[in-house]
């Protein structure tokens, strides 16, 4: 059975999320067990797992030993997430606060890093990045207007793009290819993966036309699409790798399926899109035909709602991490990790869940 046929949705409830787009932020939250999506009678397809501002969230804690021999450490925080992209058991998080640098959180070792590249080349904005099959990072740099190459071992790789880039906001890898996303040109830029060299761009469009860009803020990619969600028109846009335009989901407003502010995007296995709203402060979900499913989040109020949210990423390796925090009645699918650029909880994950399958016991004869 497929994503789409699970998923409900309740006009009450967006409408409750829509009015509510004004109210003010509380800064007391409480302790909640569960918090699911959507909210009961309906069964729920996405639950609320953990948040992780600091350290102390991931590392391990001191003893009482530690504490007496070498002192009391102090937490490390996030600051300012702007984008989050997970592989093989690590986190990296594009912090515009830190002023060139990242956080890498290491959840096989338990540990939480500040990072900077090794060598004389320095960072200066990166805001989104990408991790490829092998561990190697690629890092969209506003400040540099370029895209930076780091090796799985932290040394600066190459550097490239300023030339046909003015402001690069996202970058995803597909096949040979690498897409950039770019804000001053209003255009996707593609380059080999291989050698980096510029190969071309799209859409090949003028302002009114249909395919485009008016300001792309973030993309992603499954199979043979690219997936653009544009903050300018309020809408997401998908194309073919070569550039063909394809298709548009959504558009400016305030109703069921419209968007004010789309950032941040990604696509599950079944095609499925997640799209990020800073205005809303939630996320929807759409089927591929575009039809919304789902929507999660809302204004902060407590654990699982959301703070100017820019980025997600969808993460099917790393379960194993945050099975420990699924509801007992559920079965964790795949990871859906949050960046929130303010409030207490600055990066959020979420679990895809689906009901566990009960199994009946055999009657004794």
Not at 245 to 267: C, E
Request: charged share 25%; proline share 5%; with cysteine.
């Amino acid at each position: 059975m497929t994503f789409k046929s699970y998923f409900k949705y309740s006009l009450f409830t967006l409408f409750l999320t829509l009015i509510l787009s004004c109210s003010p932020k509380l800064n007391k939250i409480s302790s909640v067990k569960s918090v699911l999506y959507p909210a009961a009678p309906d069964t729920a397809r996405i639950q609320y797992l953990t948040s992780i501002s600091s350290s102390f969230d991931i590392s391990k804690k001191q003893t009482a030993l530690e504490k007496t021999v070498i002192g009391e450490k102090n937490a490390l925080p996030i600051y300012k997430p702007y984008g989050v992209f997970m592989r093989n058991g690590k986190m990296y998080v594009f912090d515009i606060a830190l002023g060139g640098g990242l956080e890498i959180l290491d959840f096989a070792k338990n540990e939480f890093n500040y990072f900077a590249p090794k060598g004389t080349f320095k960072l200066d904005k990166p805001i989104n990045g990408y991790v490829d099959e092998n561990n190697m990072l690629y890092i969209a740099d506003l400040g540099l207007q370029k895209i930076a190459v780091i090796d799985p071992e932290g040394t600066y790789v190459n550097s490239f793009g300023k030339e046909e880039n003015e402001k690069p906001s996202s970058v995803t890898l597909q096949g040979n290819k690498i897409f950039v996303a770019d804000l001053g040109t209003n255009r996707i830029n593609v380059y080999d993966k291989a050698t980096y060299k510029f190969e071309y761009y799209f859409p090949q469009a003028l302002s009114g036309d249909k395919d485009y860009l008016y300001s792309p803020a973030n993309i992603t990619a499954l199979n043979d699409k690219i997936y653009v969600s544009d903050m300018g028109s309020g809408d997401v846009k998908i194309f073919t790798l070569k550039g063909k335009y394809l298709q548009t989901i959504g558009q400016y407003g305030k109703n069921i399926g419209d968007f004010v502010r789309p950032k941040g995007i990604a696509v599950d296995k079944e095609g499925n899109i997640y799209v990020v709203d800073a205005s809303f402060e939630n996320i929807q979900v759409f089927n591929k035909e575009g039809q919304l499913l789902l929507f999660f989040g809302g204004h902060y109020v407590d654990k699982g709602d959301m703070w100017l949210p820019t980025s997600v990423n969808i993460n099917y390796e790393d379960i194993k991490y945050f099975e420990k925090y699924v509801n007992p009645n559920y079965d964790l699918k795949y990871l859906i990790i949050v960046a929130n650029q303010y409030g207490p909880d600055k990066i959020s994950v979420y679990g895809r869940v689906e009901p566990k399958v009960k199994t009946s016991t055999p009657k004794k004869k």
